[in-house]
């Protein structure tokens, strides 16, 4: 397929599944935001060309967080795609507290594609705790997701510098 085909199929494909779901911030931003700005700062902000890498970006959390299956993205989009998204989604059975210190354990160990989606999830996650925080989230949550999102990113230090001087300076802007 080619690849402005792939990139409007996965978003018109992520905009379905997340349609009706919204960000947790004060103003109940749409989800696919989310998803779509981490595909604008791979390419745009760090200039990321691997079509791969920006598919699943746009995808990354369909299977965390819809009905989407990894067998799902694997008929739509190909095995690499749907190996990379199920990288990066947390297994949702397993309690909080240990899905984020099992992202802090495997970081080091998944794959450069993957490694390039996590540090655009984080960075984007970062910017929006920082501009547009959770309503309910007080300023100790604030900051303890910036400390957690910084051990998951030290794992993968080397994977991309520029991706990981953005990392830097969003958390830089710490609450
Ligand atoms: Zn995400």
Known sequence: MYDVA?????????????????????EASPYINHPLALARVLKLEAGVDDVD???AAILHDTVEDTETTVEELGREFGPEIAAIVAEVTDDKRLP??????LQVEHAPG??????????ADKICNLRDVRDRPPAHWPLERRQAYFEWAREVIDGI?????VLEGLFDEAYRAKP
């Not at 909080?96 to 210190?101: D, I, S």
């Not at 998944?110 to 540090?119: E, F, T």
């Open 6 to 26: 792939r990139l409007i199929k996965a978003a018109d494909f992520a905009a379905l599944k997340h349609r009706g779901q919204r960000r947790k911030d004060a």
């Open 53 to 55: 890498v920006l598919v």
């Open 96 to 101: 909080k507290p240990e899905r984020k210190r």
């Open 110 to 119: 998944s794959s450069p594609r993957a490694k390039l989606v996590k540090l």
């Open 157 to 161: 230090r080397g994977a991309n510098p």
